[in-house]
């Protein structure tokens, strides 16, 4: 299982998307790719910080109707399981001197509470986090890491 971050999901929807990242969407059983809550904070955020106008519209559009119906009921939370991943998983950074930022320590904790990989282009706070990462963007067999 595997959750997508932020900087994949939101490929699909840039003008001239990355075709690594086309292609590795493309060849997962989408049964086993997840987004988060926090992912989703973010895409909303991105898009809403957009003048308004017509490119906001369609890509509001194209998240809801493409990206939400596609995951439906793999958005997972930041539940209490996840929140104690996180405390522990941000005090083991802390104390080794790593730098990982809240958002990405919040994925990292969900993914951590279920044993799931995290599929990024920003590999580094989820490795130091002990999760284990996928970067659709690097070509080759997965773009495993």
């Known amino acids: 299982m595997i959750i997508v971050d932020t900087n994949v999901i939101s490929e699909p929807l840039r003008p001239r998307p990355a075709e690594a990242v086309l292609a590795w969407l493309d060849d997962q059983a989408i049964e086993t790719v997840y987004l988060t ?3 989703l904070a973010e895409i909303r955020f991105g898009i809403a910080s957009l003048p308004a106008g017509k490119r906001q519209r369609t890509l509001r ?3 809801d109707d493409e990206m939400l119906e596609l995951f439906g009921d793999r958005i997972l939370s930041f539940d209490r399981v996840a929140a104690e991943e996180y405390g522990d998983l941000r005090a083991r950074a802390v104390s080794r001197g790593l730098a ?3 958002l990405d320590a919040m994925i990292a904790a969900i993914a951590a509470a279920r044993g799931f990989a995290v599929a990024t ?3 580094r706070p989820f490795i130091d986090a002990g999760i284990q990462v996928v970067n ?3 070509s080759g067999e997965g773009g495993g890491t």
């Open 100 to 102: 990982i930022g809240d």
């Open 61 to 63: 559009t194209r998240f």
């Open 37 to 39: 809550t926090i992912t």
């Open 136 to 138: 659709p963007f690097e």
């Open 121 to 123: 282009r920003d590999v």
